[in-house]
Nanobody, 118 residues
Framework: QVQLVESGGGLVQPGGSLSLSCTASASIISIYFMAWYRQAPGEQRELVAR???????YYADSVKGRFTISRDNNKNMVSLQMNSLKPEDTAVYYC????????????WGQGTQVTVSS
């Protein structure tokens, strides 16, 4: 079973930056979409950013202009550069490969905690 391992989270002050990485234990070269999600306490998991196999990106309105998603198929890795972080970005961040509405190719990893606080 393919495993996803997220890393790079931490505690950062408002306005700061973090770079998250997600590494898959198998090739993602044929996976059309890779995406980052987040789940804040008491909230449902939400889509943050998505990237297609061709590099087309989608961002949630709340992060547009601040976050950048990228993928490196040779390294089986998806990254999320987060700038100008806000307290409302605080959440556990996960990556996965969506294949439909509430359907994913992989089991969820453990995620990485991002806390934005002064």
């Amino acid at each position: 079973q393919v495993q996803l391992v997220e890393s790079g989270g931490g505690l950062v002050q408002p306005g700061g930056s973090l770079s998250l990485s997600c590494t898959a234990s198998a090739s993602i070269i044929s996976i059309y979409f890779m995406a980052w999600y987040r789940q804040a306490p008491g909230e449902q998991r939400e889509l943050v950013a998505r990237i297609s196999i061709g590099g087309t990106t989608y961002y949630a309105d709340s992060v547009k202009g601040r976050f950048t998603i990228s993928r490196d198929n040779n390294k089986n890795m998806v990254s999320l550069q987060m700038n100008s972080l806000k307290p409302e970005d605080t959440a556990v961040y996960y990556c996965n490969a969506p294949k439909g509405v509430n359907a994913y190719f992989y089991a969820w990893g453990q995620g990485t905690q991002v806390t934005v606080s002064s």
